[in-house]
């Protein structure tokens, strides 16, 4: 399998470069030993997955996941880097994803990690981090959510590789009747890696918390990770970078957008529970404008956290207040300041010249899809596309998706065919190679293309 | 428009009476002035629409919607009561619904009523009501539920009418580019019609709450509520009946259910943001079952309120009590308790032998459904299926829908073939007439048949 990456800080005219050559492991193997996992390089020119084991030279801060030798292998994934800096706001990562089974005891460790890597549950990872305030907390993001996820899942491995996970973790059945219990609840082998996924999110938010705090640094990021492991493809989003299935028939989402409208009502409910988080400052209550002085004592449209329709009030003095959520579509904020309202970090963010934290109303958790892929009877042409929000400000999914499809068919016998799409995919958001709107994105543009042709045979299984 | 209405306590082996005559108001024509609303009348054998507009002779509860003349008619519609007392669990209403127009102020109220009805505007209503403790609540919601409607529809009615509600009721524009406001918010009249309906259920509950407290009654119920208004049909539902439209090559549900499990992370989220709600005696945790003394100290699966996914946790002995929401599928209980997470009532409801109160957990807002009706090109077979719970335990949509198909296909001449219908949906669950599933409902049923024909033509409009 090979990954298409893209990603660029918008240059007017800026000619993108050339893709490198692949690397020696574009396509993947099954790899004889776990090497350590290493961010994408960060060139202005182009790299490839050869150059993906050498370490950066600077580090803007001090990630956990520096230093250690984590069991994945990110050669073989032709990963470029096209005009971004090291230090740029999107920031990603993809790797294969080995996960140790833990029947064999802590005594073995390392000789066993060693002589019986088949041993290892594998599959792959891909992961875009959209960067605000700062590109801190996604490189630490980009550093840090995969060695979460890789603990998290070592942790309940009995429970994703069985047919129906156990009640009790290392098989200590009390009751007889808990395999019928956990089939009455329909639990599956694909929840736990849902947890998993869910706790790893969280727990890279702390970590990201005690980082930037420790060195002294601010910003957060949104997340969209991809895995690929036993047949399925889970999609883990917090934020508003977006992931769709494109095959020759279908165009299918596979992540729902985090932003201050779409999670209006958890955001107000939030505010209406402990009114203390907006300090008086704020109205929680959603109207089609900021109020002012004159629509005092007329009867406007409002909408409150129990509402999805709207009605209408008298206004009241504290309705003049600014409003919790303002604006609309690409333009709405949270108190004032964020346009995504589930990511990572931000925790000493607050509103200018006050004390109000955006924190509280914002989640790290992400919302997971579950893609059967061994379910689907896939075509060469069939692919993921994950990108960052300058993406689909730009293009809508049918517009991605006939681009995709004229642009493989175009090109079926290019190895880089999927580099060549992301980059293709850029150029169409930077209004180069006439563009399907004439729209331009002045945001930043990261695009991975996931080929899935391959996935559903078992290719990433034990 | 006609719409068969079918509601029977089970009788094992006990017949159905044949329905009555169509009342002389089966079809529905334009009304020349309002008559009272009634619920329909509840007779052990049939009745018509012909008897619905004669007063019951009993209520058990005091109902602020008796003695109003409302403009309400129910008499469009054939209503037949097969086999239930008046005071059964399921209760319905159903009837024609007159919205006055402001216009004209309140000084020529009376007159106006009277000499100009076409100044109404008119839809149609449809409501089933399924009750728990008693009759008590679902009485009152079939005696109130409609005309706190109409009152919130009337309050908002300019917003309702405009192609774009106004910003400001009664006109009074304050910034010359509201309108545009409103539209960049996607405000449409049929946000303010769900916002009508959305308040109306929580202004019958707080009926409901005032008027068991002063008859010293207790209960509460389910509301499903269907509306066809200016070309458009608006499903209102509030715990676990349902609602679907069935057409030739089509089944769309129009409802979801709301149960402790379908609402389960709200119900959890509640009880981690006021822990005081569960006075100690319940974990807001989810097992695969409930733990015991041996269970202490091992690694079992668990959910809480922030996660979709399952993962581990060690028991601790606080995960012992007994669980906020225990039981799967139909058996799946709020607090030990109820089997319904959204509904009106049950305002003095408590755990047994505890002070820990039911509705902090219940929401009386139910979610609102839109069918654009008058896109759709209706076929005379078009029709909606709505009907409590007793009738899904045992009926999937689609075997309701293959019902439908080949009932009303093999009855095209049958003028009464809606209440036939509904009839014969009920036979299904009996396990008389040889019913698909060979299951029998031990529970109420109540079904209306609703046919959507002419409803898109302007038919409910001003």
């Not at 907390?137 to 899942?153: F, G, K």
């Not at 919790?324 to 200018?352: F, K, P």
Request: with cysteine; proline share 7%; hydrophobic share 35%.
């Amino acid at each position: 399998m090979s990954a298409g990456w893209f990603r660029r800080r918008f240059l007017p005219g800026g000619p993108l470069p050339a893709p490198g050559p692949p690397g020696p492991r574009a396509r993947p193997g099954p790899r004889a030993s776990p090497v350590p996992y290493r961010r994408p390089r960060f060139l202005r020119g182009s790299g490839s997955a050869a150059d993906a084991s050498r370490r950066p030279d600077a580090r803007p801060v001090r990630s956990p996941a520096q230093g250690r030798s984590l069991p994945w292998n990110a050669g073989y994934a032709e990963i470029i880097n096209a005009e971004k800096s090291e230090f740029n706001e999107d920031q990603a990562a993809c790797g294969k994803l080995c996960i140790r089974r833990h029947e064999f005891g802590a005594e073995e460790d390392h000789e066993w990690q060693v002589l019986c890597p088949e041993e290892f549950l594998t599959g792959h990872y891909w992961a875009l981090f959209d960067g605000h305030g700062g590109p801190a907390a996604a490189i630490l993001a980009a550093n840090t959510l995969h060695s979460c996820l890789r603990r998290r899942l070592e942790a309940v491995v009995e429970g994703v590789v069985a047919a129906q996970p156990p009640m009790h973790l290392s098989s200590r059945c009390v009751c007889p009747s808990d395999p019928q219990f956990v089939e009455e609840k329909g639990i599956r082998a694909e929840d736990v890696v849902i947890g998993a996924l869910e706790s790893a999110f969280e727990e890279c938010d702390e970590v990201i918390g005690r980082e930037l705090e420790a060195s002294g640094q601010a910003g957060g990021c949104t997340a969209l990770v991809a895995v690929s492991l036993q047949g399925k493809l889970y999609v883990a989003n917090a934020g508003d970078s977006r992931a769709i299935l494109v095959r020759q028939d279908e165009v299918r989402p596979l992540s729902s957008e985090f932003t201050p409208e779409t999670e209006r009502r958890r955001i107000q409910q939030l505010a209406f529970t402990y009114p203390e988080l907006l300090a008086g400052e704020f109205t929680r209550l959603e109207f089609p404008r900021r109020l002012r002085g004159d629509d005092l004592g007329q009867q406007v449209l409002f909408r409150d956290y129990h509402m999805s329709g709207w009605s209408y009030k008298r206004v009241e003095k504290s309705d003049l207040k600014y409003p919790l959520i303002h604006g609309q579509g690409r333009q709405a904020r949270l108190l004032g300041t964020l346009a995504v309202s589930r990511g990572l970090g931000d925790h000493q963010l607050r509103v200018l010249d006050t004390d109000i934290q955006l924190k509280p109303f914002l989640l790290p958790v992400p919302q997971v899809t579950v893609l059967e892929v061994d379910q689907l009877d896939l075509q060469e042409e069939d692919v993921i596309v994950m990108a960052t929000d300058g993406l689909w400000d730009v293009l809508s999914n049918e517009q991605v998706a006939r681009l995709v499809r004229s642009f493989l068919l175009g090109n079926r016998e290019d190895p880089h065919r999927f580099s060549e799409l992301a980059k293709m995919l850029i150029h169409s958001t930077q209004g180069v190679e006439g563009g399907p709107t004439g729209l331009m994105s002045y945001d930043d543009v990261s695009v991975f293309v996931i080929p899935l042709h391959g996935q559903g045979q078992g290719h990433s299984g034990h």
